[in-house]
């Protein structure tokens, strides 16, 4: 009994809980709620796959990751934005546009091929990919790709259907929230999925969050004078 | 010291210099020279004035043809010969090819067109330790082409080449043997003109070594001055000029294919062929390049020329050949190709890029190569990095421009609250929105003649997305760019 379970242990046919690493380092993403959720942030590499409509805050949410990612003099890649990227936000933000590459293909298939071809050079930390559907294969390969390159890919998809668990690091869903994001992890490595929080983002951007119903105000009290 | 030249002597140098497209036929290359001719069609060069064969392959010999054959009698002997005309351009082509390669190890070649190589060798002995180090050196290099050739080593140049061309393929430097060699010699293989040859033959001369016995004063006399030089420099005694050859400093090769290539993936192993040789070239001089153009030649159709460039300089032939496939991919034949024609732009010296031991990334490309590559794959227009020139109209700010050396831009003041998406045109607001902050008005422009005066607001519509709109001085209402 023993040495069947040894040889398929050696097969890599059986898994077990224990073979999973434990040692999870994050990099932070810049926000406390989701560290938190994520137990110290976003993985160093891998694939992140984001549900999310657009101009909701979705970029808003990773800038400080793909910020804090540039230090080592390393591209950040955009490729196939649904618009055109705005250098002044990010600069204001403190990207180094040097540092950045805009590809914009004429096809997916073209988008998916760059992706993977920056992700594997080894000269880009983070690769932000809009794409709408993404299959198990294509998810691998780009997984393989940004491990072998030590990148961080972050897949961006509109649609609202849901599709099959992918292999990712990382899976999360957006929805807009008056300060700042709802977001659900719906997927994690080494991690259970986890109710949907709000990540507040009225300290970073004031502008962007409405307003909070004010919780200090206090009645005034009517004192009868009688 | 004893002057001793070396002639190589290319009997068939236009029928070696066709390539084979097929990869098959190409696994026999080290089998010496003799051994890859193994065509299953027997193949002839014709002279188009004579009509008559001169050089064809091992199984046109086997067909019974030989050379001096009229094109009728060869065609009765093999119904599928194939037939092609003789260029003496593509053996001159070839031979400067030889050269070049044979220019690494000795000095002082000399090219006779169209198929000869005369060497000096006397000056080279003391490097390779005698004459038999010298040729084991210069076979090997000889290895490297698919070529037939004839060698003979000679006192004088003119005795080498004779020798050779009669198909010696000794190497000595023993002067009786030579002489002896050069005396048995018929008149008729010799440079001399037919009628000069004529006229000895008058007078019972046949064989060098006749010649060689009468007085020089007497053959001054009863002939002209010419055959008088020509005795001197093949006996050595008269000094014989020679132009020896310059390696150039651009690399250019043409390709003459054995069959006519229709597909693009077939085309791939002609190419890599020149790569290699691109590679060699490259590597011996340390240099690099940024650019290779293949020329194209189609039948019936003007030649196309693929131009293929990497940001970063390259010398490696499977890093052009990655890079000339993703370019093939684009095009399309219109009419079967028959030769191809590898160029160089602009070379450099090669610098190596200076990385850090511990830090290196785990990548396989630098920034240049992977830009190259989607360049390559995308087209130019696909890849950018944007800019920020200096200006408060929101559609000037962004410069998007082709991917540059890194550097840092110079800093100008950016303004805060800024989408980070741009619409390229902005469209008319068409949902309901609330306006959550502004109005920023931006007013300017007014010095080249494309002023605007916008109130820029942020909003929020219903489905939670951050829109960047501004009112118009016509009260109309845009939207310009999304919060993401």
Known sequence: MNTLLEQLKNKRLIWQGSQQEQSFTGNSTGYAELDEALQGGFPQSGVIDIHSPIGIGELRLLLPALRYRQQDKRLLVFIAAPMQINGEMLAEFGIALEQVLIVQPNSAEHALWSAEQCLKSGCCDSVLLWHQQLEIAQAKRLQLAAEQGDALHVVLRQNRQLSLSLPVNLAMKLNPHAQGLEVQITKRKGGWPAHSFNVNMSKAWPELTLNQPTDNVVSFPRAKVS | MQPLWLYLHFPHLQLDSLCDAMPQSHAKEHDGVSAHINHQHSLVILHHKTNCVLQLNQAATDAGIRIGMGLGTAAALDQHLQVLSYKSDIEQKKLIEIAEHLYLVTSDISLFPPNGLLLRIHNMLMLYGGLKGYWRALKAQLNDFQVHYYYASGQSPYAARLLARTAWNQISDHLPMLLHQIGIRQLVDSELDRKTVDKLARVGIHCIADLMALPLKDVAKRFDIDLVTYLG???????????FYHPQSKFQRYLELLYEISHTDTLMFPMQQLLAALEQFLKIRDLLTQKIIFTLYQRDQESLTLEVGSAQGEYQANKWANLTVLKLDNLTLKAPIFALELTTAETQLRSPEKTDLFNASKGTLSYLQLISLLQAK???????????DDDFRPNKVNRYVQPQLKSAPKPILVQPLRPSFMLKMPQPLTEKVTVIHGPERISTGWWDSQPITRDYFI??????????????????????????
């Not at chain 2, 420099?233 to 132009?243: T, V």
């Not at chain 2, 995308?378 to 920020?388: F, K, R």
């Open chain 2, 233 to 243: 420099r093949l006996s050595g005694e008269f000094h014989h000029p020679m132009d």
């Open chain 2, 378 to 388: 995308l087209g130019e227009q696909a890849i950018s990095q944007v800019m920020l």
């Open chain 2, 459 to 484: 909003a929020r519509n219903q489905h939670g997305q951050w829109l960047w709109i501004y009112r118009a001085a016509s009260k109309q209402w845009f939207a310009h760019g999304l919060f993401s």
